[in-house]
């Protein structure tokens, strides 16, 4: 009993400590906008604002001074340290010390500050947003999709609805909500703005008819376009821009995933609100990148090409993943595949699923890491697949063999949930290993000192 209770004194401590913070950061941070009056774009929804948000930088970063949101940095604490110019002190409290002093000089003294913020805003909770938005009010707020996603603390999507609606609400009748009209509760808010509390001018992107920018006729970069040369003739996306009547081409070279065309449409749509014009938006668009380990493509050792998806793994990212692959005919087809973590009793029947999954596509090469790709080994074996099979304990040995295989030509997807660290592989065969840390995930100190260990 006495271990217990000193366990709540001991959390009680933390939260308190925390709640301390919290305010201190808040309070911080507001004096900053208060200060230097930066233009503030807001950016929420259940999946896809980090990508949106990177998407807008690479569309505006070029023309104005930007500031965006880094790493995970998108609640109570990120975003007062986006706003202040830091970065977290983390348990260190001269870490904070040198926070808190960096911030009085900021006050003091007139620094060179960002024009525009771009913040990324989470909500875990009900109320998230409320807290973040009442000291930090958004210019132009984009809400990318409602769903179930993260729907631990939420009731339903409706209550999600409600929360990421908030940046909505809270703008001025001068202020622009920029929404995704594909999605059936955002196209609501398009129809009926006042419905939902918001005064605000609204903007719409997607697929659909009635967006206000519209994305058509999708396809495959081919063999010989310019930006398809340096991915081995895979030239990522391209499709057809219409806005107000005019239609452009638009070409998004690093890109291979449909619904990734999202967060460039979100970009573009920032980008006219700016007063940018489409072939400024366009370029800025070209050589966009989903944040690391997404779906990425990098050139690969031997004139190949990786597509690193090395972030995380599920049955569902991986069945996306593979369906794209099947679009490269002109290629050789090599998939290097990690285990898929905390999946419980569903381990067995997803690995098999990956497998056949794999033969669907026309696969040529599978390269298994970790005991659960076994399974995944054994479904192969089972469909007598004719193909080369290689199976590995770690991703070092595999990186290794890799090196080896690979031929002019080969199109390699790599995949596997984090704690298999699969990104070791891509560093190992990407063609200017100088630029993991800029391409690549977990490139911090602490992930690179940490050694691999089988889970």
């Known amino acids: 009993m006495k271990e217990k209770l000193r366990k709540i004194n001991l959390d009680e401590k933390v939260l308190n400590k925390n709640v301390k913070l919290k305010k201190l950061l808040r309070f911080m941070a507001s004096a900053i906008l208060k200060k230097y ?16 948000k990177e998407a807008i930088y690479a569309v505006i970063s070029k023309h104005f001074f930007v500031r965006k949101s880094e790493k995970n940095y998108n609640n109570e604490i990120g975003v007062p340290l986006t706003i202040i110019g830091e970065e977290s002190g983390e348990r260190s409290f001269f870490l904070w010390v040198g926070i808190f002093f960096r911030w009085i000089f900021k006050l003091i003294f007139m620094v060179k500050y960002p024009k525009i913020l771009i913040l990324e805003m989470g909500a875990d ?28 603390n939420f009731k339903n999507v409706e209550v999600i609805f409600k929360e990421k609606a908030t940046l909505a609400r809270v703008l001025s009748e001068k202020g622009l909500v920029i929404l995704n009209i594909d999605n059936r509760y955002l196209s609501k808010l398009r129809d009926n703005p006042r419905q939902f509390g918001t005064m605000a001018k609204v903007f719409s992107f997607g697929f659909s008819d009635g967006a206000d920018v519209r994305a058509m006729d999708v396809f495959f970069g081919q063999r010989g376009e310019e ?36 967060a460039a449409l979100a970009g573009v749509s920032v980008g006219i609100e700016l007063g940018l014009n489409l ?58 595949f990690g285990d898929m973590l905390e999946l419980g009793e569903r381990t067995e029947n997803d690995h098999r699923m990956v497998a056949k999954k794999f033969l669907e596509i026309g696969g040529n090469v599978f390269l298994a890491v970790g005991k659960r790709m076994q399974f995944a080994v054994d479904e ?40 298999m660290r699969m990104e070791i592989i891509v560093e190992e065969v990407m063609a200017d290993p100088n630029r993991a840390e800029k391409l690549l995930c977990r490139q911090s100190v602490e992930w690179k000192n940490r050694p691999w260990e089988a889970i």
């Open 279 to 336: 072939v400024e938006i366009g370029k800025g668009l070209e050589n966009f990148s989903l944040p690391s380990g997404r779906m990425n493509l990098i050139q690969g050792i031997k004139n190949s090409v990786i597509i690193d998806d090395t972030y995380n793994a599920s049955l569902a990212s991986a069945d996306g993943a593979l369906e794209i692959f099947r679009e490269l005919n002109n290629s050789r087809k090599i998939v290097v």
């Open 125 to 152: 909770r009900p109320g998230d947003l409320k807290y973040l938005t009442d000291f930090v009010l958004p210019e132009i707020s984009v809400i990318t999709e409602i769903s179930s996603s993260h729907l631990e």
């Open 37 to 52: 009056q930066p233009r503030i774009i807001a950016v929420t929804g259940s999946v896809g604002k980090t990508s949106a």
């Open 380 to 419: 192969l074996g089972r469909h007598k697949f004719s193909g080369d099979i290689y199976q590995f304990a770690n991703p070092m040995e595999a990186a290794k063999k890799l090196q080896e295989i690979l031929r002019p030509g080969d199109a390699v997807l790599i995949k596997g949930s984090q704690g």
């Open 227 to 262: 930006g398809a040369m340096m991915n081995n003739g895979i030239g990522g996306l391209s499709f057809k821009l219409n806005y107000k009547g005019t239609t452009m081409p638009f070409r998004l070279n690093n890109i291979l995933a449909k619904h990734n065309i999202y």
